[in-house]
Nanobody, 114 residues
Framework: VQLVESGGGLVQPGGSLRLSCKAS????????MGWYRQVPDNGGRELVA????????QYGDFVNGRFIISRDGAKNTVNLEMNNLEPGDTGVYYC????????WGQGTQVNVSS
């Protein structure tokens, strides 16, 4: 499975960004797909949001209603709309795919700064 990420970049506090991830190559009918992030001074990757093929969604505790994850099943694409971004959201965001196997995207940088 290959994961191609797009989006990210620099935004001012309070702004919005949209991340997208497209999966291709030997995809199962049932999978979980979403985003994790690694922020400065935090050792590991933390959950941002995931969505299953039955549209069960999970968000990280820090999201607090600011982000919306959605998917296009026909295109095997997951989108993450991030609103009201804060400097603490700065980090590298990784697309994640799991269907018994596990795959990671290369990561896309999100910078929230004035």
């Amino acid at each position: 499975v290959q994961l191609v990420e797009s989006g990210g970049g620099l935004v001012q506090p309070g702004g919005s960004l949209r991340l997208s991830c497209k999966a291709s190559g030997g995809i199962s009918l049932v999978y979980v797909m979403g985003w994790y992030r690694q922020v400065p001074d935090n050792g590991g990757r933390e959950l941002v949001a995931t969505i299953t093929t039955t549209d069960v969604i999970q968000y990280g505790d820090f999201v607090n209603g600011r982000f919306i994850i959605s998917r296009d099943g026909a295109k095997n694409t997951v989108n993450l709309e991030m609103n009201n971004l804060e400097p603490g959201d700065t980090g590298v965001y990784y697309c994640h795919f799991r269907d018994g196997r596990e795959y990671w995207g290369q990561g896309t940088q999100v910078n929230v700064s004035s």
